[in-house]
Each structure stands twice: as structure tokens, then as C-alpha cells.
């Protein structure tokens, strides 16, 4: 008898040291046993599979959801976003999906409890890349709306870009929604059309562009839900041996993703929180 509620994720080889870590990071956590566990093999070697399977996962290798059009490209792993929207149809019969990214750990259980929870006042709960710390608040604004841009101009053309790129950028990372929700089919029109034209992001932008225009009711949570390190990275709190938010009151971050460089970093300066100026050479890394 499956659980009401299942979080997924997946990967390729090349991700699997990270996915390995988000999910021994969902098992260390007692609340987990009342959820199943799905992971979409992208291109796992078969003890990669094996490891999975002793995490009491469900493995299923996707097919291609979309086509794309002529002279466009893209590798295998690339079926864990295109995936997205049809993650009913890989792992059936359950009330509530939660997608997590490989390269995302769950530090807080609190959150996932919020996505589930939430996924039911709304088509999607999912979080925007909003927060007062965060660089494209202030200084990096220009860079954030250059590949953001680009990549709505790329699928959609550029007048939707220009109309697209004012609104606030929801992360397709972590998102949960019930099976009854009628954002799935809209996601994944919305998907398809993108793909004709383009394979910049499409999973990211395509579920921006079904919100802002295909009328998809998102639930928003906190950004300590979908932390992004990349845009801010988290202080340490030596007490409470946790990552937090950089600006008081110190919020403890309930999932972290590790976007962009920070996912290989060896070590990043972690600043301690309540302490100015102050910082320790740690890797942002489940379990490091």
C-alpha cells in the first residue's frame, strides 16, 4: 500500500553523489518513513540502482516527454526536467508529489511538511527566488534578468521575455502538487511549446510562463522552503549547529539548494551568524 505522499527526484551518474546525499539527507529524518520515495534513473549505473533500491526508492527510467524541434539537442539527464509535469504518470496513485532536485538537502523537516501541507490551497506550492539577501535584490538584478531573459526569449520570443522577465522567477527545483491539480497539463503544454524552439531551461521557464499566463494558482512559500545558495550564501549558527538565513532574525533554512558553483565548492567563507565579519571555510555539502 503506497503512502498518500511521494517526494521525487533523479539524476545521471554524473549528479548521483549529490542526489545520494539529498535523499540520505530525506532518510535521516524519522518523519520520512510516511513517505515513498521515487527517483528517475537518467542515466544511473546499475549500483547506483542498487543503492537506491536499498533506500526502499521506486526506480523508473522516463521516456521523452517532449519533442524538440529541428537542430535541437540535449543529453539524457535532461529527461529529469522534462519529466516534471508527468510525474503522475511514472509514480501513480498518490494524493501529493513533491519534486526535489538532486542537487538540493533537506535540512529542516519542517519544510517539506509546509510543501505537503500547502500543495492543496493552490495548483503548485513552489518558491520564488525572492528574499531580502538575496544579490539579484540589490547589485546582481542586471546579470539575473540577462539569463533569465534570454532564456524567455529563447522559448517564447521577445516580447513575452520583456512582459516575463518583470515578474518574480519561480524555482521548478522543489515544488509539490496534488494529483488533482489541472497544473500539470498546463505545465506540460506550456513545456512542449518551449521545447519546439528551445532547451535553455525550458522546465523553469515554461512553469513561469503557465503561471503568469496560463492561469496556474502557486502557493508561495518562504524562501528558507528552496534556499538558493548561489544567490546568497547561508551564515552559520554555531548554537543551534545550523545553516541560516545571512540577515537577522536568522531563520533556520528548512532545504538548501545548491545551485551553480556551490554544488562541487570544496569550501565556501560561511559567515557566523550574529557575528560581523566573522566566517569559517566550510562546504555547504549534506553531512560535510
Known sequence: MPSAAIIVTGSDSRYFPLMREMIASV??????????????????????????????????????????GPGLSVPPSFRAMTARPHLRRYFPGYTTYLWLDADVWVQDWSAVALFLDTARLGDIALVPEVHRSYANFRDGRDDFETANGRAYADAFGAEAAARLIRRPLNNAGVFAMSASSPAWETWARWMADAAARSTNMIDQIALNAAIYHGAVREIRLPATCNWITHLATPAWDEARRVFVEPDPPFTAIGILHLTLGTKWAPSLQIPIAGEPGRSIPRSLRFGT
Open 27 to 68: 532518510r535521516a529524518k524519522p518523519e520520512s518513513a510516511s513517505v515513498d520515495l521515487g527517483v528517475l534513473d537518467c542515466g544511473l549505473a546499475p549500483e547506483e540502482v542498487a543503492w537506491c533500491n536499498d533506500q526502499a526508492a521506486n526506480v523508473v527510467e522516463p521516456g521523452w516527454d517532449v519533442t524538440f
